[in-house]
């Protein structure tokens, strides 16, 4: 079953609203999850037992997407004009199959998986968040990347007259938007790439039609609506790195140990946040998920490398 | 209600106060909606939400009360003068309840996340000395206070001219991008400043004389 574009799949069909109250109810009991949703262990072992699912009405209407604007609410507002059909992705670089690809026969034959991750902001707050999504490596295997591929980098789509961030004067962001990794972390099981969310089709302002989703990373790694892949051989040079080169690293591990020059990366705010109960709670180190992904890091120094 | 008296200095000075009170009152809404129901006034993250209000407004606010006098002299409104003491203590306001919510909602409390906020992040430490000038302004602006510091008084209050800056620059540096209103306040800065260089230039000319 494939989640993200044409034909429409009714959600009932893909999780119905039980499966989704039973799935808050027992999120964190493992055997329950799997059994019910195929979730993979991977995904699930980084649960906490208090990390309970963001409402959807803040998932989508709460978004840092600056090409359609600053505002958190921007996103929400502006998005529907972003046109995602025909959606074409442009595959080049250090593999054997590049090209123009249509998004529709990339991702032909591959089913999404549900993923619940946490996913935290460099802005200090955090969400937990049932993304829809093909594993990475699946992904990327069928383009077969070369010896010399080290580092896979994406774009954002270019579109100023659907994106009213982009045609802004008052941006300074060099568009597109460019993030990357390394090959190792992109192979990693974690990473995947979305084309759905609640069970349904991924909404514009959430990076239709498919989006990076790298949940030991901080959220803009993430890169959305992607219409580039690259295999490179040196470390690209990511979008906030070129603007803020001493406050952004390539990195970007969530890494409470490593405080930013903006906010403290020691805790977080888990929305909803009320005004009574800011629902603050620890960062943990690679957003909880040191187990599957610290070995990628052996050896680095996290406090250079950030 | 305050209009007993229906001299055009009162009036002004209650119309002025309005809008001037308006965004807080706004926000009240804001609030009783939260307190309703959490997330519907305030957002999902009203930590940021209410930051970003606030200090929206203090910027504003600022701003204003530093134009009441260049427009008094432009538009020869000579009954402005009265209110200028008002307006400064309404962006004092805004921006002491802008820090209320960086400590209740942002730092929660820790004195030691403050001191480490105040020390590494130069935007936090340019908007404490902000406020710390505008604090002197505030406790100094009563009559008692004017008197008796006597010319210091002026001199003290010369301050503005630093809050201002430091105020813009808080604002610069912690924006990470759409710089559409920092844009406009530097503007409406610089065009106050040039007013005032002018004022200067003037009695400097007609001292010459
Ligand atoms: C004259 C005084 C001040 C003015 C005019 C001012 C103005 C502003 C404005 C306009 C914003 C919103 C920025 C945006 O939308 O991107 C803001 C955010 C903020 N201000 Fe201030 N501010 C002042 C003083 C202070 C003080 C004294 C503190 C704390 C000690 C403070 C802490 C913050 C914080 C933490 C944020 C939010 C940063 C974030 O988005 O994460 N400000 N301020």
Known sequence: MLIGKSPKIPTSEITSETTYLNRRKFIGQSAALIAGSGLLSSAQAGLQPDDEITPED???QFNNFYEFGTDKSDPFENAHAMTTDPWTVNVSGEAKKTGDFAFEDIIKGMTAEERIYRFRCVEAWSMVVPWMGIPLKKILEQFEPTGNAKYVEFKTLVRPDEMPGQSSFFSSID???TEGLRMDEAYNPLSIMVTGLFGKELPNQNGAPWRLM???KYGFKSVKSIVSIRFVEKEPLNTWQQLQASEYGFYANVNPAVSHPRWSQASERRLPSTLFNTNRRPTLPFNGYAEEVAHLYKGMDLKKFF | MVMVK???NSTLKFTLAVFAGAPFA?????????IAQPTSGLGPDPAEGLLHYLGEWSMIM??????????????????????????????????????????????????QQ????????????????????????AITSTKGWRR?????????????????????????????DGFADITLYILWFVILLGERAYQVRKSRQAATV
């Open chain 1, 58 to 60: 803040i998932v989508t």
């Open chain 1, 175 to 177: 568009w597109p938007y």
């Open chain 1, 214 to 216: 790298v949940p030991w």
């Open chain 2, 6 to 8: 229906r001299r055009p």
């Open chain 2, 26 to 34: 706004w926000l009240v809404y804001l609030i009783s909606l939260e």
């Open chain 2, 62 to 111: 600022l701003l204003v009360a530093f134009s009441v006098t260049p427009v008094r002299r432009i538009f020869k409104q000579p009954l402005l003068a009265r209110s200028r003491r008002m307006m400064g203590l309404f962006a004092f306001a805004y921006v002491f309840l802008h820090l209320l919510a960086y400590i209740v909602l942002y730092v929660e409390l820790s004195m």
């Open chain 2, 114 to 137: 403050l001191l480490e906020d105040f020390v590494e992040r130069t935007y936090i430490t340019a908007g404490i000395a902000a406020f710390f000038g505008l604090l002197a302004m």
């Open chain 2, 148 to 176: 008796r510091l006597g010319q210091n008084w002026l001199r003290l209050h010369k301050v503005i001219y630093l809050v201002v800056p430091l105020a813009l620059l808080h604002l610069i540096w912690l924006r990470k």
